[in-house]
């Protein structure tokens, strides 16, 4: 016993005496990649370009129609601008204009709108908001439309001359 004694006092002397052994620990290092990737803005309106269309002047009624079909990979908006807020009359200046209504509609008649030209002279008047997140393919739509001639007054009716105007219809990407 009592060398089992001497025995512990030794090892505790020791370890007393001895510099307590140092705490290793394991290396470690790292990388960090940051990543970034972008996709573009999409839109596509068809018809695009520029047309003409007769407009019969004596005719308040529906003076044909017009489908667009549209998508963009982002949301967007569909919006209507009138140049001269109507049929401009050329020979007396832009004195006598005629307003006239956009009408139009969704698939199956849905989402009708009705814009006035003089409403859209030189200020965009939107007709669809999409707020949608989607890829181009899944995110569109479709418009049938007609234009009709609204005469104000008799006075309007009838003058003879050339009338224009040039009916803007934009897609936008609201990013």
């Known amino acids: 016993m009592k060398t089992m004694i001497l025995g ?35 839109c596509e309106l068809i018809p695009e370009g520029s047309g003409t269309s007769n407009v019969d002047m004596l005719n308040t009624g529906n003076q044909g129609a017009l489908t667009i079909a549209y998508s963009c990979n982002s949301p967007y908006t569909v919006s209507l601008t009138s140049l001269n807020g109507g049929m401009r009359h050329a020979e007396s200046a832009g004195a006598v204009v005629i307003d006239y209504d956009v009408e139009a509609q969704g698939f199956f008649g849905t989402n009708q709108t009705t814009t006035n030209s003089a409403t859209m002279a030189g200020t965009p008047v939107v007709i669809v908001t999409n707020t949608n997140w989607q890829n181009i393919l899944t995110n569109g739509g479709l418009r049938t439309g007609n234009l009709d001639l609204s005469f104000d007054s008799i006075g309007e009716y009838a003058v003879a001359g050339t009338y224009s105007d040039q009916l803007t219809i934009t897609l936008a990407a609201n990013l």
Not at 12 to 24: C, E, G, I, K
């Open 8 to 42: 512990s006092f030794s090892a505790l002397a020791l370890a007393a005496a001895s510099p307590a052994m140092a705490q290793v620990t394991g290396d470690s290092e790292s990388y960090t990649l940051n990543l970034a990737g972008t996709v573009a803005s999409n």
